[in-house]
């Protein structure tokens, strides 16, 4: 990603601290993909929209980071993140030796632990969060992906500095005034090198607890999440394993949502043939152990990628997904796959 300065200034001294200096950069991302998936229910995404379909999305993402550094070292700024016209992103910071305090927008402590350790999220093909569209509906509580926690606009965190290799976040954020859904997360990171072996493991937490959030619901709802994970990588070869649990309770009957347990996991390996071709290889299974009608119910899907990179900031994905998901109380199952094709630019 290259960097454009668009300014270096020297800043008038406020309240006794004085700016050394200050930079402001742009960076900007796009990609096309096109999707090509088919499976066994003629209605099998959530708007009821026919299988055996193609579909091609475009995404265009702009950034516009700035930061501080003062006479004693301090470092301040902020950025706004810009996806496809919108603001999506839009934050601040202060850090020093103290660590770094975090306000807006952003992933959570429990995702900024998580995010990019699952397989399926480390994708050639970006993100592996499966949308509606190329993913056939599924039991609520089954997951695409491993990742824990979440993104908010009011919201506070606090990342420790690394010490030992070890890293701690927690993060508070704040529904609003029109819900109680507020959300607490926390964020362990590990890394540590051997023998040339670069070992990262994670542990993450996310809890949102909203009494009578619901415009119909009496009672209580509890959402709570918790993940491992473990990244290693050796030479060419990277490898990943994750697994998250999620525990939604319900105190009402009228609140809208039903209770139940889920977990997942997956894993995957990828491997860097030479600096313009990675391949990969990723497995993920979620079951939903209890829910009102839906216990036992079960989605699992592989996925093999090749990533070609003709020159630097510009790249081409081929991934092929299967997927089976297993209806418990219907007693039915439903086979699919799904094809994409990416290309992805940086500048």
Do not use: C
């Not at 309240?15 to 796009?30: I, M, W």
């Not at 507020?182 to 070992?199: E, F, K, P, Q, R």
């Not at 009578?212 to 290693?232: M, W």
């Not at 081409?316 to 799904?338: H, W, Y």
């Amino acid at each position: 990603m290259r960097k454009v300065l668009l300014a270096t200034t020297a800043l008038v001294a406020i309240g006794g601290v004085s700016a050394a200096s200050a930079d402001v950069s742009l960076s900007a991302s796009a990609s096309w993909a096109y999707d090509s998936w088919s499976d066994d229910t003629a209605a099998a995404t959530a708007s009821g929209a026919t299988t055996n379909n193609t579909a091609a999305t475009m995404d265009s993402d702009f950034t516009i980071s700035g930061s501080t550094t003062t006479d004693s070292g301090m470092t301040f700024g902020g950025s706004i993140h810009v996806d496809d016209g919108v603001d999506d992103d839009a934050r601040m910071h202060i850090s020093d030796d103290w660590g770094q305090i975090a306000f807006g927008e952003h992933n959570d402590a429990a995702k900024a632990a998580s995010a990019g350790n699952s397989a399926f999220d480390a994708g050639l093909s970006g993100t592996q969060s499966m949308s509606s569209t190329t993913t056939p509906a599924m039991t609520t509580g089954l997951s695409t992906v491993t990742v824990v926690g979440s993104e908010a606009k009011g919201q506070i965190k606090y990342t420790s500095p690394t010490v030992n290799g070890l890293t701690v976040s927690i993060s508070q954020a704040d529904a609003g005034s029109a819900s109680k859904a507020d959300a607490t997360a926390m964020g362990l990171t590990y890394a540590i090198d051997v023998d040339g072996v670069g070992i990262t493991a994670h542990y993450a937490t996310y809890d949102v607890d909203a009494a009578a959030d619901l415009a119909t619901g009496t009672g209580s709802y509890e959402t709570s999440q918790d993940g491992f994970g473990v990244k290693v990588v050796y030479g060419d070869f990277t490898v990943r394993a994750a697994s998250m649990d999620s525990d939604v309770k319900q105190g009402g009957s009228s609140m809208g949502t039903a209770g139940y347990e889920a977990s997942t996991s997956d894993y995957g390996i990828t491997y860097a043939m030479s600096d313009t071709i990675t391949l990969e290889a990723t497995s993920l299974s979620s079951e939903l152990s209890t829910g009102s009608t839906n216990g036992g119910d079960t989605f699992e899907a592989s996925q093999l990628g090749v990533k070609y990179v003709p020159a630097a900031g510009m790249y081409v994905s081929l991934t092929n997904r299967s997927f089976e998901m297993k209806d418990s109380s219907a007693g039915t199952t439903n086979d699919g796959a799904n094809t994409r094709l990416k290309v992805g630019i940086t500048f």
